[in-house]
């Protein structure tokens, strides 16, 4: 598309979360996120973490004093959950339920006809693991 937008991939998405010890123990220690930068911005009272996944996108998470809880319930207008696609969603709900991680029942896209599951990180944030798409489909 000449001189048009080309966007490449979601390079990123950010998360404030109220407690950024807690947080960084779910990300890393519970979801396998490495982090791959800290940073304490003074002039905010403010940490960020930058997460990784293992194809290169990135979570920010950030921390900043007096922050407002997010509604969730009922839904709010925005993005409204993030999503991780996983090779087996029972498998993976599994291990997560034996951290200690409570998992919704598995359930099946209507239109895709993969399964997913919704969990919480510990702000409330809505999580989904998303089965990936067989090898040759296209998503």
Known sequence: MEGGI?????HHAAIICSDVERSRRFYTGVLGLQV?????????QSWKLD????DGSQIELFSFPGAPPRPSYP???GLRHLAFEVLDVEATKRT??????????VRVDEYTGRRFAFFADPDG?????????PPGQVD
């Open 75 to 77: 839904e709010a207008q």
């Open 6 to 10: 080309v966007l490449l991939r979601i």
């Open 51 to 54: 997460l990784a996944l293992p």
């Open 96 to 105: 997560l339920e034996a951290q200690g991680v409570e998992v919704e029942p």
């Open 36 to 44: 791959i930068g800290e940073h304490f911005r003074e002039a905010r």
């Open 125 to 133: 944030l809505p999580l989904e693991l998303y089965e990936a798409a």
